[in-house]
């Protein structure tokens, strides 16, 4: 049987998309079952321009589907890509009228009976895991006749719409053929589209959650259960992705992926043996299912990122969503996975229900002091409304629709807006669409929610600690002292809907600061003034493009007109700034802090910003650092002041040692030539101590 599976169109230009490995997966177990089958990823198509965008939009996709003379057409529907789904199958049925159309996927899975209700030109859904189900499903149509007693689906028996029993999940997933990647545009060609900056797939680890978080439909899926593929299987995989067909970082899907610590260790220990770990790769994780020996082992194995589902910092949300977190061991976590060399990614939710505005705020508190750490990405989201999750059962009847959920965008297909059809049907079918929903929160209108979850990260990565410390200074809540923000920003002529509406709202936050701490306690203010200072410091130093350090013999050294690499800023502060932020880091809010001067410079270290201290000496050597001096007309001005009991050829070698260092970390440059190599840290008589940005 010849059978299209069809991943429908979808754009989000933040986000890149991947090969769809669902259906490579279902198309690999069509091919071994002696069937046709092939992908018709028309995300990607979107990205390369053979679909194009506006109101025609689904006609042009059912003629490309159609050009492959399917007899079958299958979708992948997930919550954003049903109702591009709906208006394409129908113009399908209406080009084709005895073309089978099939739907399967998370969301679909959950409302089978009622897309078929609603839908006839849909002939069945195949519920929960595909393989099988697919495959049975296939054959039996291609002999002419109908599921009747086909496990996991549901379909149409003339008027009839009929729920066989579902098929038992697939006991050992190494059963299932390696996808064949080859069914697919290569990855190089996803790369190209989605501009970015090296090919990516999808590895799937395992399958299932045993947890029964509100928002979630996992769970409910794989019915509480998990199951992994062999670690033998997986490494093989890895291996063909990489050799094969070309991938540079593979994503690894499985929420459970550290659930299991010697399923993890022994990944781990089998990628590095393989010499696969020079493949980086991302994971989803739970803060207490890590440590800092097995973050350590999973970043020699190639772990660069990976994602904590933290959710909330309120115990009374975190009843009410189901999970269980210690939220006093996120700090040190992030510290920790930082420390490993792993970037987290922290993922948040706020605007359940049931919260009060104080729940809110206690989880806007935890994501300032999460981003506090420094190096981790922050996501702020509103509760999406999945089929099959609690709130989707419980909260059906309040549905309403006035802002759009970061899971609902996607589909803005002509000039940024939905299709009028889409809308329409959205609006008629809340609970068939109900991710494109909202339920109201108890505490706080959606209307402000939004607004946090749209411009709350730009504080969670930009200014973290000044913000807590504002905060707490003032006695306001981070909601309302965010709100008061953005309310002085519109006053002041700023659009959010502007192209430059990111950085103009971190640009003026150092002035809104300043307003609100001018007066009061000048003692106990002082050192949030200064800290506003730092965060705009490395805020600057981030914006610019990292330098490449340079090295040098003693012998060029010596002829080196030194200067201040391009993008790296020097500045004196009146107090202690590192042991500020230490407290800072560790939830310690002192009132004040003695004059304490201290001298940091923040520059690049590969792709991070570092703040480094010096001592008087190397503040004083980068002062005359301004490409009119060699490093001995430079030993010449400080010998008096820092080379007391040292004679001057011992003086100027300490000079070039400090010149040296500074170098390597792309600090300072020669003024006549481009920095080269990597940076790493030495001791010399400057002083230089790095401190976290």
């Known amino acids: 049987m010849n059978v299209s599976l069809v991943f429908p169109p979808f754009h989000l230009q933040t986000l890149y998309n991947l090969p769809p490995l669902g259906l490579i997966g279902l198309a690999t177990v069509l091919r071994q079952a002696g069937h046709r089958a092939v992908i018709c990823d028309q995300v990607l198509a979107l990205r390369r321009g053979t679909l194009g965008m506006g109101r025609d939009l689904y006609d042009e996709a059912a003629r490309e589907i159609l050009a492959d003379d399917p007899e079958m057409v299958g979708f992948s529907v997930q919550c954003t890509t049903f109702p591009a789904t709906v208006g394409i199958s129908r113009r399908l049925k209406v080009l084709r009228p005895h073309l089978r159309i099939v739907a399967g996927g998370h969301h679909v899975s959950f409302v089978a009976g009622e897309t078929l209700a609603r839908f006839p030109w849909i002939d069945a859904v195949v519920r929960g895991e595909g393989e099988e189900t697919l495959r049975a499903l296939v054959e039996r149509y291609a002999a002419g006749g109908e599921p009747e007693e086909i496990e996991g689906v549901t379909w149409r028996r003339g008027e009839e719409i009929v729920r066989n029993p579902d098929r038992r999940l697939i006991a050992d997933l190494d059963t299932l053929p390696l996808p064949d990647y080859a069914l697919a545009p290569p990855l190089e060609e996803y790369r190209r589209a989605c501009g970015i900056p090296r090919s990516m797939a999808i590895l799937e680890v395992g399958r299932g959650c045993p947890h029964a978080c509100v928002y979630c439909s996992e769970s409910v899926m794989w019915r509480r259960r998990t199951r992994t593929y062999s670690v033998p299987r997986l490494v093989r995989e890895m291996g063909e992705l990489s050799g094969r067909f070309g991938a540079g970082a593979l994503l690894l899907a ?230 008061d923000f953005l309310a002085r920003l519109e006053g002041e002529g700023w659009r959010g809907d502007a192209p430059s509406a990111e950085a103009d709202l971190l640009a003026r936050f150092p002035a809104f600061a300043e307003v609100l701490l001018a007066g009061g306690d000048g003692a106990s203010r002082s050192h949030l003034a200064e800290v506003v200072t730092y965060e705009t410091l490395s805020l600057r130093v981030a914006s610019r493009r990292p330098v490449v350090a340079q090295t040098a013999g003693r012998d060029l050294l010596r002829h080196w007109l030194p200067v201040p690499a391009e993008g790296v800023a020097v500045a004196s502060f009146a107090r202690n700034l590192p042991q500020v932020v230490a407290d800072l880091k560790e939830g310690i809010f002192r009132q004040s802090y003695p004059p304490e001067p201290s001298v940091l410079i923040f520059h690049h270290s590969g792709e991070r910003v570092e703040v480094t201290e010096v001592n008087g000496f190397g503040e004083d050597f980068l002062a005359l650092c301004d490409g009119s001096r060699t490093p001995g007309d430079i030993a010449a001005r400080l010998h008096g002041r820092y080379g007391t009991g040292m004679d001057a050829a011992r003086f100027r070698e300490e000079c070039l040692d400090a010149l040296a260092l500074f170098a390597e970390m792309g600090i300072l440059r020669d003024g006549t030539a481009p920095s080269s190599v990597e940076a790493h840290q030495a001791g010399c008589r400057c002083g230089a101590a790095v401190v976290a940005a």
């Open 254 to 483: 499985y929420d459970q992926f550290t659930a299991n610590r010697p399923f993890v260790e022994e990944f781990c220990r089998e990628v590095i043996a393989a010499g696969l770990n020079r493949l980086p790769w991302y994971c989803i994780s739970r803060l207490d299912s890590v440590d800092p020996p097995l973050l350590g082992l999973m970043r020699e194995a190639g772990c660069e990122t990976m994602c904590y589902g933290i959710d909330s910092g309120s115990k009374r949300t975190l009843a009410f969503i189901g999970k269980e977190i210690d939220d006093g061991i996120l700090h040190r976590r992030v510290r920790e996975t930082t420390e490993a060399g792993i970037v987290p990614t922290l993922s948040f939710v706020i605007g359940f229900p049931e919260e009060e505005r104080e729940d809110i705020d206690q989880t806007l508190v935890l994501a300032l002091r999460a981003g506090i750490q420094g190096n981790c990405n922050p996501l702020l989201q509103l509760p999406t409304v999945l089929a099959g999750a609690g709130l989707h059962r419980r909260y059906a009847a309040s549905l309403v629709r006035e802002v759009d959920t970061y899971f609902s965008l996607g589909l803005e297909f002509e000039d940024g807006r939905r299709l009028a059809e889409d809308e329409r049907l959205i609006d008629a079918h809340p609970h068939l669409f109900s991710s494109f929903h909202n339920i109201p929160c108890a505490g706080m209108p959606l209307a402000e929610l939004d607004r946090l979850t749209r411009w709350f990260p730009l504080i969670l990565t930009g200014y973290p600690k000044s913000f807590l410390l504002l905060s707490r200074t003032l006695a306001r809540s981070p909601s309302a002292l965010f709100a």
